[in-house]
C-alpha cells in the first residue's frame, strides 16, 4: 500500500518481439522517477501500457490501488493520468489556450473538469505558471519546439492529474530551455505536488533532479535505486556500453 | 450572461438579422425567387449538418445524403399512409412531419454510428458512401417505398411552397444556433480535441467514441429535417434523394465558406449558388465537373475556405469571424 502506481510482472508483446518484459515498479506519491534505458529499451511502451494506450498481455497495473489496466484510455486519463509525447503532439489547429482548456475541461473528476469558461481562467494561470503568458491566442503548430513541449507539459497540468509522465521533455531543448524545464519540473512536485515518471537521455540532469532511477534494457527492469548507486551499477554501464554515460 | 456575451458576438448578430431578412422574401410573392431560395436554404441547412460531422470531428461524411434521403421518405411514407387510412388529403398540415424526418435520420445514424466511426481516414469516406449506396438501393428495390417510381404525394397533400421555405429557414437558424452553442461547450471541445488528433484526446480524458457519436446523431437530425421538407415541397420523393448531386453540392458550400466555422455554411451556400448561376449560364450540363475542378483547387490553395482565408490573412478577424 501506500503507492500510487503499481505494476506487477507487465509484460508488452508486438508479434515476436517483447517490448516490455515481466516489469514490476512502484511509485510512491510525490516521488520523481527517472525512467532510463537504451533506445528501444521499452520506455515509451511502457507509458503507452500505463495511460492504456496499449494493454498488457500480462501482469497487472493499479493506480491509487484501483486495477487500471483493462480500462480505455480516457478512462485511465479521469482517474488522473497525464501524459507527454516523445514526438510531440500538440493540437496543431488550436491556439495555446485552446490545448490548454481542453486539458482542463476534461480533468480529473473533483479536481478539473471545468466549465469552458472557467477553463479559460485555469488555462491562463498555467500559462503565467509555464512562462507561455504571450503565446495564449497563438496557433500550437506555430510555436517553436521548446514552446510545444512546454504547451503539452500545461495541457496535462491543467487536468490537475496525480501522476504525470513526461516522455523525454527535454529532449531537442537549448541548454537554457532545460534549465527552465528542470527548475519547472522541480516547482510541479514541490508546488503542486504531484508525482513524476520522467523518461530522459540527458543523463545529468535526469540523475539530479529523480529521486530514483529505474533502468530498462531490452524491455526488463535491470535497476531500481538512488541516482548515485545505479551511476555506479555495472549492469548499467554495460547495458549503455557504447553510449556515453555520464 | 451567457446572452449578453453571445450579443457582444459579431457573427452570431450579423446572422440572426440575415435570417431576419431572408424571412421577408415571401412577401414578394415571387414564385420563382421563393423556389430560388427554398434550393439555398436547403442546401445550407445540409451543409451546416454536413459541417458538424466533418469540420468538428474531421471525420469526412461522403454519404451524408443518406440523412437527407431517409428523412424525405419517412414524410413520403407517413403521408402517404395516413392519407391512404383516411382516404384523402391531410387534415393538418404535413409539414408537421418534418420533425419525425429528422428523428428517423437520427435513430438510423445512432444504429449505424459505432461499428462506422470506428473506421478513421479514406475508409470511414467510403464506408459512408457505401452505406448511402445501399440504403438507395434498398429504395429502389423494394415495392412499400415505390420503388424506381418513388412516392408520388400529391393526392394526399397540396403544393405549398411558403411553409417549406419557413420550414427550412427555421432549421437552418437552429442548425446555425446549434453549431455555435456546440462549439462553446465541452463537446465542442472533445470534438476539435478529435479532429486534431484522436489518439491523444483519448489520453487526455475524452471519450471520444461517444462524442464521435453524439455529433453524428445531432447531424443526422438537420439533415434529416431538410429532406423531410424538401419531399414535401416536392411532393414527391424517389431514390434520387440519395443522388450524388447534392452529396457534392454540400461538400462544394461547406468548403468555399469555411469548414468547421459557424458561418462557412451560410456563407458557403451563397457563394455557392452564385458560381453556380454564372456557370449554368455557360456551361449548363457541366457544372458539377467545374465544382470537381473547384473543390481541387479549395483543398489544395485555399483550405479553409473564405472564413478560413480572412482570419488567416486579416489579424484581429479571429474573434469576429467564427
Ligand atoms: N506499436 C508498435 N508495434 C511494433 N513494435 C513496437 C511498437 N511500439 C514499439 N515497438 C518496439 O518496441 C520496442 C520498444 O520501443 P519503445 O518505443 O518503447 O522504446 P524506447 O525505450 O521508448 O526507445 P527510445 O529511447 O528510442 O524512445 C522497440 O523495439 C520498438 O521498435
Ligand atoms: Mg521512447
Redesign the interface.
Known amino acids: 500500500m501506500g503507492a500510487i502506481l503499481e505494476l506487477q510482472g507487465v509484460t508488452k508483446r508486438f508479434g515476436g518481439l517483447t517490448a516490455v518484459r515481466d516489469v514490476s515498479l512502484a511509485v510512491a506519491p510525490r516521488e520523481i522517477v527517472g525512467l532510463i534505458g537504451p533506445n528501444g529499451a521499452g520506455k515509451t511502451t511502457l507509458f503507452n501500457l500505463i495511460t492504456g494506450v496499449y494493454r498488457p498481455d500480462d501482469g497487472r497495473i493499479r493506480f491509487n490501488g484501483e486495477r487500471t489496466d483493462g480500462l480505455s484510455a480516457y478512462q485511465i486519463a479521469r482517474r488522473g493520468i497525464r501524459r507527454t509525447y516523445q514526438v510531440v503532439r500538440p493540437f496543431p489547429e488550436m491556439t495555446v489556450l485552446e490545448n490548454l482548456m481542453v486539458g482542463a475541461i476534461f480533468g480529473t473528476p473533483g479536481q478539473g473538469r471545468l466549465l469552458p469558461v472557467e477553463a479559460a481562467a485555469q488555462a491562463r494561470r498555467t500559462l503565467e505558471f509555464l512562462g507561455l503568458g504571450g503565446r495564449a491566442e497563438t496557433l500550437s503548430k506555430h510555436l517553436n519546439l521548446g514552446e510545444k513541449k512546454r504547451l503539452e507539459l500545461g495541457r496535462a497540468l491543467t487536468a490537475d492529474p496525480a501522476l504525470l509522465l513526461l516522455d523525454e521533455a527535454l529532449a531537442g531543448l537549448t541548454p537554457s530551455e532545460i534549465d527552465h524545464a528542470v527548475d519547472l519540473i522541480s516547482r510541479i512536485r514541490r508546488e503542486l505536488g504531484k508525482t513524476l515518471i520522467i523518461v530522459e537521455h540527458v543523463m545529468r540532469t535526469i540523475m539530479k533532479i529523480s529521486d530514483r532511477i529505474v533502468v530498462l534494457h531490452h524491455g526488463e527492469k535491470i535497476a531500481d535505486g538512488p541516482p548515485d548507486v545505479i551511476a555506479r551499477d555495472p549492469q548499467v554501464v554495460e547495458a549503455y556500453l557504447g553510449e556515453a554515460m555520464l | 450572461m451567457t446572452l449578453l456575451a453571445l450579443c457582444a458576438r459579431p457573427t452570431p448578430i450579423a446572422l440572426l438579422l440575415a435570417f431576419a431578412v431572408m424571412a421577408l422574401i415571401p412577401l414578394a410573392r415571387n414564385p420563382e425567387l421563393n423556389g430560388y431560395f427554398l434550393t439555398l436554404l436547403d442546401l445550407m441547412l445540409l451543409t451546416y449538418s454536413l459541417n458538424m460531422v466533418v469540420g468538428f470531428s474531421g471525420y469526412l461524411s461522403f454519404g451524408h445524403i443518406v440523412f437527407w434521403g431517409l428523412g424525405g421518405y419517412t414524410a413520403g411514407m407517413l403521408v402517404t399512409t395516413i392519407g391512404r387510412a383516411i382516404a384523402g388529403e391531410l387534415t393538418f398540415s404535413p409539414y408537421l412531419l418534418v420533425p419525425l424526418g429528422g428523428l428517423v435520420a437520427s435513430a438510423f445514424a445512432a444504429v449505424i454510428a459505432y461499428p462506422i466511426l470506428r473506421i478513421r481516414g479514406a475508409y470511414f469516406a467510403i464506408a459512408t458512401f457505401s452505406v448511402n449506396l445501399a440504403v438507395q438501393t434498398i429504395f429502389f428495390n423494394v415495392p412499400v417505398f415505390g420503388g424506381a417510381e418513388g412516392l408520388p404525394l400529391k393526392r394526399f397533400m397540396s403544393y405549398q411552397i411558403v411553409p417549406a421555405f419557413y420550414w427550412l429557414l427555421a432549421f437552418g437558424l437552429l442548425a446555425f444556433l446549434s453549431s455555435y452553442l456546440i462549439l462553446?461547450?465541452?463537446l465542442g471541445?472533445?470534438l476539435?480535441?478529435i479532429?486534431?488528433?484522436e489518439?491523444?484526446?483519448?489520453?487526455?480524458?475524452?471519450?471520444?467514441t461517444l462524442y464521435k457519436i453524439l455529433i453524428y446523431i445531432i447531424a443526422a437530425f438537420f439533415a434529416g429535417a431538410g429532406g423531410a421538407v424538401w419531399a414535401l415541397a416536392q411532393v414527391f420523393v424517389d431514390p434520387e434523394n440519395f443522388g450524388i448531386t447534392r452529396s457534392i453540392e454540400m461538400f462544394v458550400a461547406m468548403l468555399l465558406g469555411g469548414v468547421g466555422t459557424t458561418l462557412g455554411p451560410f456563407i458557403g451556400a451563397f457563394i455557392y449558388f452564385a458560381i453556380k448561376d454564372l456557370l449554368i449560364i455557360r456551361f449548363p450540363h457541366l457544372h458539377l465537373v467545374f465544382f470537381g475542378g473547384i473543390i481541387m483547387i479549395i483543398v489544395l490553395f485555399v483550405p479553409g475556405g473564405l472564413v478560413g482565408a480572412l482570419r488567416q490573412h486579416v489579424p484581429g478577424l479571429?474573434r469576429i469571424l467564427e
Open positions: 462553446r461547450i465541452k471541445y472533445g476539435l480535441a479532429l486534431n488528433d489518439d491523444v484526446a483519448q489520453t487526455m480524458g475524452v471519450n471520444t479571429r
